[in-house]
């Protein structure tokens, strides 16, 4: 049974930084890309960053670009976000995803592009 389980969610100050982890179970983790998405209230659902299988390539939308990192350990089958700076508008629920074959080398891919998904986390950041 495939799982991605997100932790790390939380409240924090404009400013502030949160490291978010997305457990992964049930499948060939090294043989997916995996992504991050989120939420914001009233909002569509948007990437904010991908990884390929072997994190040679990482991608950012612009308005995350320079303050997150995204990251993977495929000894532990564990996707990380290090978020810093983090603003209101970064008020959101957190999704990881993950997705078969040779993602992300060119850039942020469609929600379509994922086969597994995550039951997100919710961050908040107040001014």
């Known amino acids: 049974q495939v799982q991605l389980v997100e932790s790390g969610g939380g409240s924090v100050q404009s400013g502030g930084s949160l490291r978010l982890s997305c457990a992964a179970s049930?499948?060939?983790?090294?043989?997916?890309?995996m992504g991050w998405f989120r939420e914001r209230p009233g909002q569509a659902r948007e990437e904010v960053s991908c990884?390929?299988?072997?994190?040679?390539?990482?991608h950012y939308s612009d308005s995350v670009k320079g303050r997150f990192t995204n990251s993977r350990d495929n000894a532990k089958d564990t996707l990380y976000l290090h978020m810093n700076n983090l603003k209101p508008e970064d008020t959101a629920i957190y999704y990881c995803?993950?997705?078969?074959?040779?993602?992300?080398?060119?850039?942020?891919?469609?929600?379509?592009?994922?086969?597994?998904w995550g039951q997100g986390t919710q961050v908040t950041v107040s001014s």
């Open positions: 995803a993950a997705g078969r074959g040779q993602g992300c080398i060119y850039g942020l891919r469609a929600s379509s592009s994922y086969n597994y």
């Open positions: 049930g499948y060939n983790y090294n043989l997916y890309s």
């Open positions: 990884i390929n299988r072997y994190a040679r390539y990482t």
